[in-house]
């Protein structure tokens, strides 16, 4: 293949581009659908084609094939030179690459249980079951929908610094979404798996176990009380504080989304979160959903920190950006396929742990509440957030009370950073999947329990 890829890159050169790169990949892919104990899509099929990218004069061009044969490659090159040409006639400042290390290696995955080894029959098997344990769970269950997706193959990278690289990808992920009703109250449950490992995932984390605890989550909400509104002291479970990190910190730190006017445009170098606040994002944890050797410019991953004891002292860059604020690139360019062009995502980003029990995080709340499942979140590039939590409770005198439901926290970011008081000792990451500019990336977030000193609660007034 690297002959191949390595003609591509040369007919680029020839056209006058001073920088050419050529992605490919061949996957299979299993996606499934359940609803309420139907099976409502079931698809499974390779997906394969490449991706060329070019620099001329300063200027980018993209073009992609969905065929691998090589007078379709060279008409992809050719029309990639051709748009970078018209752009550069309308290009105010040339874009510059950061200079890397070129590289060539082989990254090989070698699952225990490959999920393209499994006959689709058995993964309906699968997720069916689960379907059924949280039905069986109790009659007021009303609804539970679940998404399956497994993705394996090679991707296959070289470009005009003399990189090349063959690297395995395999990713297996599921959503389960469920709903409880009693009465007027109707109640909201989800998880998500993820792994990079196979579906031995399912061994470790099996369809009984995943179906009770939803079950319970949604059935125990249903006696749950709505949540006073206003400020209060919070202790933010793992699964919240990673997506709080990801949303209301995360995105802001994608220097793409730093250098477009995020609120830390101005904060290089600047204190913006209590000292107890240390932030990374890390492609290289074994295992997690956000991991991988080598980004989509052939840039290896790596463990990149964002905050250290409130100052942000880095952010997550592509070789582009990189190159315009004078920052190493951190490897976080990715692609969602072949047809998407390469864009700073994040991988495995997370608070890192402190020194504190969890006992001694709950220490001096007379009333608050511990945030413990999230629902969803969303942020904006003013510092703005919102976070729905599924699972929360009152904490009373130091000690955890009654269930709540249909709360929510929202303000600001660097508000909120600021009013970390105290770290947990513990540590999770969650898998997760992260929209961006029409692509979708696999990732992780996470970190251990936090005290916030206090944070806007929605609820009854």
Same mark, same amino acid.
């Given at each position: 293949?690297?002959?191949?890829?390595?003609?591509?890159?040369?007919?680029?050169?020839?056209?006058?581009?001073?920088?050419?790169?050529?992605?490919?990949?061949?996957?299979?892919?299993?996606?499934?659908?359940?609803?309420?104990?139907?099976?409502?899509?079931?698809?499974?099929?390779?997906?394969?084609?490449?991706?060329?990218?070019?620099?001329?004069?300063?200027?980018?061009?993209?073009?992609?094939?969905? %065929? /691998?044969?090589?007078?379709?490659?060279?008409?992809?090159?050719?029309?990639?030179?051709?748009?970078?040409?018209?752009?550069?006639?309308?290009?105010?400042?040339?874009?510059?690459?950061?200079?890397?290390?070129? #590289?060539?290696?082989?990254?090989?995955?070698?699952?225990?249980?490959?999920?393209?080894?499994?006959?689709?029959?058995?993964? =309906?098997?699968?997720?069916?079951?689960?379907?059924?344990?949280?039905?069986?769970?109790?009659?007021?269950?009303?609804?539970?929908?679940?998404?399956?997706?497994?993705?394996?193959?090679?991707?296959?990278?070289?470009?005009?610094?003399?990189?090349?690289?063959?690297?395995?990808?395999?990713?297996?992920?599921?959503?389960?979404?469920?709903?409880?009703?009693?009465?007027? #109250?109707?109640?909201?449950?989800?998880?998500?798996?993820?792994?990079?490992?196979?579906?031995?995932?399912?061994?470790?984390?099996?369809?009984?176990?995943?179906?009770?605890?939803?079950?319970?989550?949604?059935?125990?909400?249903?006696?749950?009380?709505?949540?006073?509104?206003?400020?209060?002291?919070?202790?933010?479970?793992?699964?919240?504080?990673?997506?709080? #990190? @990801?949303?209301?910190?995360?995105? /802001?730190?994608?220097?793409?989304?730093?250098?477009?006017?995020?609120?830390?445009?101005?904060?290089?170098?600047?204190?913006?979160?209590?000292?107890?606040?240390?932030?990374?994002?890390?492609?290289?944890?074994?295992?997690?959903?956000?991991?991988?050797?080598?980004?989509?410019?052939?840039?290896?991953?790596?463990?990149?920190?964002?905050?250290?004891?409130?100052?942000?002292? %880095?952010?997550?860059?592509?070789?582009?950006?990189?190159?315009?604020?004078?920052?190493?690139?951190?490897?976080?360019?990715?692609?969602?396929?072949?047809? @998407?062009?390469?864009?700073?995502?994040?991988?495995?980003?997370?608070?890192?742990?402190?020194?504190?029990?969890?006992?001694?995080?709950?220490?001096?709340?007379?009333?608050?509440?511990? /945030?413990?499942?999230?629902?969803?979140?969303?942020?904006?590039?003013?510092?703005?957030?919102?976070?729905?939590?599924?699972?929360?409770?009152?904490?009373?005198?130091?000690?955890?009370?009654?269930?709540?439901?249909?709360?929510?926290?929202? %303000?600001?970011?660097?508000?909120?950073?600021?009013?970390?008081?105290?770290?947990?000792?513990?540590?999770?990451?969650?898998?997760?999947?992260? %929209?961006?500019?029409?692509?979708?990336?696999? =990732?992780?977030?996470?970190?251990?329990?936090?005290?916030?000193?206090?944070?806007? =609660?929605?609820?009854?007034?």
């Amino acid at each position: 293949m690297k002959d191949e890829l390595v003609k591509v890159v040369d007919v680029g050169r020839r056209l006058g581009a001073e920088y050419v790169e050529v992605r490919m990949q061949e996957f299979f892919r299993t996606s499934l659908t359940t609803k309420d104990g139907r099976v409502e899509a079931a698809r499974e099929g390779m997906d394969y084609g490449a991706a060329v990218r070019v620099l001329v004069n300063g200027a980018w061009g993209f073009a992609t094939v969905s %065929g /691998l044969e090589a007078e379709m490659m060279d008409e992809a090159v050719k029309k990639a030179c051709s748009m970078a040409k018209a752009s550069a006639e309308k290009l105010k400042s040339p874009i510059k690459l950061a200079e890397v290390k070129s #590289i060539e290696d082989k990254v090989v995955v070698r699952p225990r249980k490959n999920p393209k080894e499994v006959p689709i029959e058995e993964k =309906i098997k699968l997720i069916l079951a689960l379907d059924k344990t949280i039905f069986d769970y109790d009659s007021r269950i009303k609804s539970c929908t679940i998404d399956y997706l497994d993705i394996t193959g090679t991707s296959y990278f070289a470009n005009s610094d003399g990189a090349y690289i063959e690297q395995s990808k395999l990713y297996v992920w599921s959503r389960i979404l469920a709903t409880a009703k009693e009465g007027d #109250i109707l109640t909201y449950g989800r998880e998500e798996i993820g792994s990079t490992a196979g579906l031995e995932v399912f061994d470790e984390n099996p369809p009984e176990d995943i179906g009770r605890m939803i079950g319970k989550r949604v059935i125990d909400q249903l006696k749950a009380e709505l949540p006073k509104g206003g400020r209060f002291p919070a202790i933010i479970g793992p699964n919240v504080i990673g997506v709080f #990190i @990801h949303e209301a910190f995360g995105h /802001l730190a994608e220097a793409d989304l730093t250098l477009s006017g995020s609120v830390l445009v101005d904060k290089f170098k600047k204190k913006i979160a209590s000292e107890v606040v240390n932030v990374y994002d890390d492609g290289t944890i074994e295992g997690a959903f956000g991991s991988f050797k080598y980004d989509d410019e052939g840039v290896p991953a790596q463990k990149t920190l964002l905050i250290k004891e409130g100052v942000v002292v %880095g952010l997550m860059t592509n070789r582009e950006t990189a190159s315009k604020l004078g920052l190493p690139p951190t490897g976080n360019a990715r692609a969602e396929s072949f047809r @998407h062009k390469p864009i700073i995502r994040m991988r495995n980003t997370y608070l890192a742990p402190g020194d504190r029990s969890f006992e001694e995080l709950l220490e001096g709340i007379k009333f608050g509440y511990y /945030l413990k499942g999230f629902r969803g979140g969303q942020a904006n590039l003013d510092g703005t957030f919102q976070v729905g939590i599924q699972e929360a409770y009152e904490i009373v005198d130091g000690e955890i009370g009654k269930p709540v439901r249909n709360l929510s926290i929202s %303000g600001n970011t660097l508000e909120t950073l600021q009013k970390v008081e105290a770290v947990g000792k513990d540590f999770e990451l969650w898998p997760g999947r992260c %929209g961006k500019d029409g692509q979708t990336a696999f =990732i992780c977030d996470g970190g251990p329990h936090a005290r916030v000193k206090e944070v806007i =609660i929605g609820g009854r007034a």
